[in-house]
């Protein structure tokens, strides 16, 4: 009897779109797949800012429960949601080709409030990283928690008085509702892995990992390592502002790093270049020049602050 491969998903708009992704994929090679949607925690819970939930894994968690019960074969993921510590006995098998790895800025009128310095601005995001970079750049502004997924916050942003709210340009361009009024926000650095897809499995699960590790992107799964391993030496998560972006260009690997203060006022950036084939400890390395140029005390001010 052939097999078929359960896709553990969750059931918002992007997260199916990511799952038939992979679906799409596994049946090209000769699969038989079925979607399985699953509701997560972040999904139930779209009033608790994220730092004051203070789960990593917040999206993942229930399909990563639904793997070690054996409900699903593969869950599929926002790889910038995984936490850097997988549970025992799951593995990420296969990223997909990176998609748009910026940050978007969608505005409800025009831009002219970012040119004026005596403007408050009121803006929308949940993110703790990309509120701190925005108010590293306009700290005059006031940032206003968005919570849900990318059509919720849409409509959320349309409902309220702000001037403007940060997507995740891949969010938006992937389910066809990028707004006109909207422009990529260049000098953002993103969240690590942001921008790629990861299919997960169980280790003992030999069949699921070859059937996924056919379509594994070598150069994304290089460069979004080397960003989480920042991430995980950094210790970071969801309540910490850590960004990271590794990209390969003529057989050179080129990453950028930040951690910030949860109002941006310090900032700490730090850059590595290498041969693609020698990344090894890169990000590892990356994030200790961090910590040794002031990033412990930043860390320590942020855990006092959300204790």
Not at 89 to 99: F, M, P, T
Not at 132 to 145: G, I, K, M
Not at 247 to 256: P, S, T, V
Not at 258 to 264: I, V
């Amino acid at each position: 009897m052939e097999k078929i491969i359960r896709i553990g998903t969750r059931d918002s708009q992007l997260a199916m779109w990511q799952a038939t992704l992979v679906r799409d994929l596994l049946t090209g090679n000769g699969h038989t797949v079925e979607l399985v949607p699953i509701k997560s925690e972040g999904d139930i819970d779209l009033v608790t800012p994220l730092y004051e939930i203070g789960v990593q894994g917040i999206f993942t968690k229930s399909l990563d429960l639904a793997l070690l019960n054996n409900k699903i074969d593969v869950a599929v993921h926002s790889f910038k949601d995984v936490p850097t510590q997988l549970p025992q006995g799951l593995l990420n098998a296969a990223v997909i080709k990176r998609g748009p790895v910026k940050d978007l800025l969608v505005y409800k009128h025009n831009t002219a409030f970012l040119d004026d310095p005596a403007y408050t601005a009121h803006i929308g995001t949940s993110s703790i990283r990309r509120k701190a970079q925005w108010l590293r750049r306009y700290p005059q502004h006031q940032l206003h928690n968005l919570r849900g997924n990318v059509i919720k916050r849409l409509e959320k942003l349309a409902a309220e008085n702000w001037d403007a709210a940060i997507f995740a340009a891949a969010g938006v361009e992937r389910i066809n509702v990028r707004p006109e009024k909207s422009v990529i926000l260049d000098w953002m650095l993103p969240a690590p892995a942001q921008g790629a897809i990861v299919a997960a499995c169980r280790e003992d699960d030999a069949f699921i990992r070859e059937a996924l590790a056919a379509f594994n992107d070598a150069d994304t799964a290089r460069c979004t390592s080397v960003e989480r391993s920042f991430l995980r030496t950094l210790l970071g998560g969801c309540t910490t502002p850590i960004s990271a972006y590794a990209e390969i260009r003529e057989g050179q690997l080129y990453f950028e790093g930040n951690l910030c203060s949860l109002n941006g006022d310090a900032s700490i950036t730090v850059t590595r270049q290498s041969a693609a084939g020698n990344t090894e400890g890169m990000g590892v390395d990356a994030a200790e020049e961090v910590l040794a140029k002031g990033g412990r005390a930043i860390i320590e001010e942020i855990r006092h602050v959300q204790r």
